[in-house]
């Protein structure tokens, strides 16, 4: 924990000189005055005065950490939490890191300078180490991610169990060679779904393609780009799991423009169960994750959290999910697999 001490030797000053800054004494120079602010953001320093007035005073706004605002999931997410938010007369500042972990980080500086009252995280891009820390300025909840060393509350789905559900289908449909698309693969949420993937292979003694599996597979164009590299192969698969109902819908719109069939010649599997996926003919078979019932289950335990000060407390929540089977990977009507 950096002192005062530390911020005259960073800034160049005595300690009286930047005690005088901290407290608005007058005549200190704006020269000064800049490079005590510039030392005390470098050490995340905060004045013990300062730090106990902040502890005590409620800004009644919560921030929610994103990947990608566009995707489809994650903004029916930030709907759900806003909606729930308002129920207890609290508001969203929504943070986008792009799945870059600094800006993870630089976000969670939120709370630690108690410009909110809580974080809830959708992803986790930094090892728990790194996330620890800020504990001790308030409470973080995750919420969609998952990690086994973290000592706080999650609210999740058994993404392992979706990815398994989603190729058993298409296993249970006679398909033997399945394409695979992921995400971001240091997420949790990823790894259990590749984990699901594999198993269902395994169970069916089957076995994985390394050309079919691709990594870092996130939007509509990026699906269209999977499909034109499966449409250039001598051994095509017959199926293929994505990794979001966005990325399913890429690769039906770049099948149907190079005249691949769907799902005669190629079935196609999403995941989420947005709106897109009534809106495609052939519409999409998903995994359906109850989103709305996430969201305010994760904001019921943040508001707990806020109200009594438990932060490092380890309560898990696991919610069911579905898969629900559209044309996309059978002719026949549309069915749901709990």
């Known amino acids: ?20 800054v901290i407290n608005n004494h007058p005549y200190v120079s704006e020269a000064k005055k800049q490079l005590v602010i510039e030392a005390m953001k470098q ?21 929610v950490i994103i990947p990608r605002v566009m995707n489809p999931f994650f903004g029916q997410l930030v709907e759900s939490l806003e909606i729930a938010a308002s129920e207890y007369h609290y508001q969203l500042i929504v943070c986008q890191t792009l799945y870059s972990a600094k800006k993870e980080l630089d976000y969670l500086n939120l709370l630690k300078t108690k410009q909110v009252d809580g974080v809830i995280l959708t992803t986790l891009l930094n090892d728990w180490k790194q996330i620890e820390p800020f504990l001790d300025y308030g409470p973080i909840v995750l919420c969609n991610e998952y990690d086994q060393k973290a000592n706080i509350p999650m609210v999740h789905i058994d993404q392992e169990y979706g990815g398994y559900v989603a190729t058993t289908h298409l296993i ?9 698309c992921c995400g971001n693969i240091k997420s949790n949420v990823t790894k259990a779904r590749e984990k699901g993937f594999r198993k269902a292979h395994s169970e069916h003694g089957l076995q994985i393609d390394p050309k079919l599996v691709f990594q870092n597979v996130f939007t509509f164009e990026d699906g269209k780009k999977v499909l034109q590299k499966l449409a250039a192969l001598d051994n095509r698969p017959t199926a293929i799991f994505t990794g979001s109902d966005e ?29 897109i996926t009534e809106l495609l003919d052939p519409m ?8 709305k019932e996430m969201a305010h289950k994760a904001m019921n335990v943040m508001m707990n959290q806020i109200k009594y000060k438990n932060y490092k407390t380890k309560e898990v929540y696991q919610l069911p999910l579905s898969l629900i089977i559209r044309n996309s990977t059978c002719l026949k009507s549309p069915e749901r697999l709990n």
């Open 1 to 20: 924990m950096a002192t005062i001490e530390d911020v005259a030797k960073l800034a160049g000053l005595s300690r009286t000189t930047v005690s005088r």
């Open 43 to 63: 050490l995340g320093y905060v004045p013990n005065s300062s730090a106990r007035s902040l502890r005590n005073q409620k800004t009644e706004m919560i921030a």
């Open 172 to 180: 249970d449909q006679g398909h033997m060679r399945i394409a695979y």
């Open 247 to 275: 990325v399913a819908a890429g690769v039906i719109s770049e099948a149907k423009k190079l005249g691949i069939d769907v799902p005669t010649q190629l079935a196609v599997v999403g995941y989420d169960n947005q709106a």
């Open 284 to 291: 999409i078979t998903t995994v359906h994750q109850p989103v």
